[in-house]
């Protein structure tokens, strides 16, 4: 085995900004809801059928979420699952540090 020296990158806290997606922070977003869907419907032991009837989607939906497939959901569509799940968001809107708008206009 060789001795190979890795380089350490900090990250910006948004792994889709890190990767220059345009849409990073959107994406972000959809992927912490999700995450938060998921982790209920898990807590709850919710078979995908059980989930699809509480939220109100369809079980190929929530198949969707657990694979983290989000592309065909939009924002909205995921808080009113979280919602039906007896959550709320809240969304917290702060002023862009220098270091973060760097790594965003990359």
Do not use: C, W, Y
């Amino acid at each position: 085995m060789t001795a190979e020296k890795l380089e350490i990158v900090h990250g910006s806290g948004n792994i889709f900004a890190d990767f220059n997606d345009p849409d990073a922070e959107t994406r972000q977003m959809k992927a912490f809801i999700a995450a938060e869907i998921i982790k209920i419907v898990n807590h709850r032991k919710l078979t995908v059928r059980d989930a699809a009837e509480v939220t109100g989607m369809a079980a190929a939906d929530i198949s969707r979420i657990r694979n983290a497939d989000l592309a065909r959901f939009t924002i909205d569509r995921l808080v009113r699952a979280l919602a039906r799940l007896d959550r709320r968001l809240t969304l917290t809107v702060r002023k862009i540090r220098k270091a973060e708008a760097a790594v965003m206009s990359q």
